[in-house]
């Protein structure tokens, strides 16, 4: 048997309604955020991510925490441009869940902070709004629209791009009915692709479908898997630079299909050596005028020479 006693404390406490600690679709680290932010003094500018660090959750538990309070209508992020153009970010944090729109007419209300910063409000509706209609505590969770806000799982930093509804890449070709017999190949041909450099390491897992359906193109047009392994290492860097984004130069890579059996390749000239040169219309167009480096390199490695040089800038 369980015995509560209760001492009200005299100063700096924060009430809060028994549905939102017993929420059963939000998790310990989720309520936690909450509640803490909803403790802060009013006015206060404290993102959920610095309330998550001085809460010790850890960056996993708290993308997952940040996701069940959004799916809950608990936060509501928006993007807009502040002062110099600049993209800044607007949260809100409410002791109740709120709609889309009903949010949206507090975020209105609301300051714009200095560009490149993150402002929080903690706001409980006004009298004129009413809480949106929501599932109650109990059942399957609906998730909220986006009504036009930009997704958060967008490739990359965002904080310089306004907006944009997503639209179909005209340029990108769309696997036909002979692509989709190589389907299982090029999904296995895809999960292999961090293993050919560590420049591929971080593919985003959201790209990985898209990737897929590029290299069934290949593999349907007659391209070994070879050939096409081949191809996205002859495209990485050869200066030691680092690549940012990793799925963007697979899919740049991967976009345009030479003919398997196009025109050869001119040979080298005669005062490039054992290197040689890449130029011909099956290839790239962004590999032309480079030359096969004639260091010792586990997999061939390209650069552009300014004079005649046969070895890259890491070899010389």
């Not at 054992?274 to 099956?282: I, K, L, N, W």
Request: aromatic residues 4%; hydrophobic residues 35%; contains cysteine.
């Amino acid at each position: 048997m369980i015995y509560r006693h209760f001492i009200a404390p005299p100063r700096a406490f924060t009430q809060f309604s028994h549905d939102l600690i017993r929420h059963p679709r939000l998790s310990s680290d989720a309520v936690r955020l909450l509640t803490w932010q909803l403790s802060l003094p009013p006015g206060t500018r404290e993102s959920l991510s610095r309330t998550a660090e001085r809460a010790r959750i850890g960056g996993c538990a708290f993308t997952r925490a940040k996701r069940q309070l959004k799916d809950e209508g608990f936060v509501h992020e928006r993007r807009l441009q502040g002062p110099g153009g600049l993209w800044v970010t607007q949260q809100l944090v409410s002791n109740v869940p709120l709609s889309d729109a009903e949010a949206l007419k507090l975020l209105a209300q609301m300051p714009v902070g200095p560009a490149g910063t993150t402002t929080t409000e903690r706001a409980a509706p006004p009298p004129q709004l009413a809480p949106g209609r929501r599932s109650p505590a109990v059942g399957e969770p609906t998730p909220p629209s986006t009504d036009g806000y930009p997704s958060q799982d967008q490739e990359g930093n965002t904080s310089n791009q306004p907006p944009r509804p997503p639209v179909a890449d005209a340029e990108s070709p769309q696997p036909d009915g002979d692509a989709e017999p190589h389907a299982t190949a090029a999904r296995a041909l895809v999960d292999a692709f961090p293993a050919l450099s560590p420049d591929l390491r971080h593919i985003p897992r959201a790209m990985r479908p898209e990737l897929t359906k590029l290299t069934a193109c290949w593999l349907a047009a007659g391209h070994p898997p070879t050939a096409v392994r081949t191809h996205i290492l002859r495209g990485l860097p050869d200066d030691g630079s680092p690549v940012l984004r990793p799925g963007g130069l697979l899919r740049h890579l991967l976009r345009d299909v030479p003919p398997p059996h196009g025109a050869t390749t001119p040979p080298p000239p005669e005062d490039a050596g054992p290197a040689r040169r890449f130029a011909g219309p099956g290839l790239s167009g962004r590999l032309a005028g480079t030359r096969e480096c004639a260091g010792d390199h586990l997999q061939p490695v390209l650069f552009r020479p300014v004079r005649d040089e046969t070895h890259c800038l890491r070899c010389r």
